[in-house]
DNA sequence: TCAGAGCATTTTGTATACAAAATACGAAAC
DNA sequence: GTTTCGTATTTTGTATACAAAATGCTCTGA
């Protein structure tokens, strides 16, 4: 066997730190344990991750381009806060990429309904707890897309989410509500059985409408703009 | 004069080595001076550029995440290779968020249209040279969105241009040909002018679209894929 | 009491150092 | 002549070092 064969797929995964430690973050900003308050100190943080400050700087670097931190040249890095005007910005972004990348996957096959179907129930039996609801709010989306060829659009829509996320999470510990989607999930599968893509179109852009409506007034209300 | 006051706005500009680096790593990549040949070499680049390893990696990292460079763990980086496949992907995600900005922006004040004409007029007499017609084609399409309050998708409109720039700025310099759209913004104009916000948006889809055709078959063609 | 200047300390941004992994090279075996 | 193994060299990924800028603190003068 040829050496080019191994080089292909190398045999193991070589996580590099920079990765790790960027997913630690991220969530830790989306559940909002690393919270908007004063600058962050890169000297405290790496070793309370236990690397150097080089893969953190270089995981923040990577979570500003992104948007969840800002830097300040010479002042470093800082969570972003949660700010109204910027809710009004990512969600309609989402919800068009997201109606892009349904168009694109039209038509869906039976077996993806009854897979939407499926996880729109597990949706309904977590409602109780607000962050397992979520991701399973959050499966039933990633399912529905399932089906589209476009890598980069995917990637861009799974950024935006964990925005969106962020937001939502930050919403519902801080106000007890929970943001509930399973009625119009099921409007949704309905028109997507229908074969009535402007429809679910329609009605996707209004699921995230919904959300940014709930949170709208609550951030003004929190002002942290 | 409280302190605070100068804190809001510095009063000088620092600009870190990284953000330089960036400006023009992805400067060459587009001008396609830094081919998707073989891997960069780090320590290489650097004495070139003048700087050390440290901004330069922080630098790739970041257009690595924007979809120039592709990173190998344990092999670094290199400039991503011109693909049709990803033409593919990047062009609809343009459409679709400029188009979306553009419905933000609606309606265009009548002054917007004028100087619409201007730069579409600049254009034209710029149409003899490749690199300078593309410039102004882009002035243009970011004239179009002036109104655009969304921030962030302006943000990410002007990063999907700049890959859209490094195809169609490969394809003139390899065929030969130039990409006209002078017709096509008239025809957009017009419809502004008139305004019909939906034939604005679906010509404004078919002027990237005459895009894409073009590199398409170009792209099977010298395949690089 | 409080504002402001001057110095000490902290913190960032960049450069350098170092270990491990990848590549290149060459000799030996077939 | 080709392949494979072992070693030398390069290159990356991460850690550390260092200079400059930012922050905090103390003391002074009103």
């Given at each position: ?12 995964t ?26 962050i ?34 002042r ?17 972004i ?40 979520l991701?399973?709010d ?88």
């Amino acid at each position: 066997m040829s050496r080019a064969a191994y080089q292909v797929r190398p045999p193991i995964t070589r996580t590099p730190l920079r990765s790790e430690v960027r997913r630690l973050l991220l969530g830790e900003i989306v559940r909002g344990d690393l919270a908007p308050s004063e600058g962050i100190n890169e000297a405290e943080l790496s070793t309370r991750l236990g690397v150097s400050r080089t893969p953190l700087r270089e995981a923040m670097l990577g979570l500003t381009q992104e948007g969840f931190l800002t830097a300040t040249p010479g002042r470093g890095f800082s969570v972003r806060a949660l700010r109204r005007s910027d809710a009004e910005e990512i969600y309609p972004i989402l919800w068009t990429l997201e109606g892009a990348a349904l168009r694109a996957s039209w038509p869906l096959p039976p077996s993806r309904v009854r897979q939407l179907d499926q996880a729109n129930r597990r949706l309904e039996e977590a409602l109780a707890e607000a962050s397992v609801a979520l991701a399973r709010d959050r499966e039933w989306h990633a399912l529905l897309l399932a089906g589209c060829p476009n890598r980069m659009l995917l990637s861009m829509i799974e950024n935006l989410k964990d925005h969106a996320a962020r937001y939502e999470e930050a919403f519902m510990r801080n106000s007890g509500q929970v943001i509930t989607s399973v009625t119009q999930h099921r409007e949704i599968q309905t028109a997507i059985r229908r074969g009535d893509l402007e429809r679910a179109l329609a009605l996707l852009e209004k699921n995230w409408r919904v959300s940014l409506d709930f949170l709208g007034p609550w951030l003004e209300a929190t002002a942290s703009s």
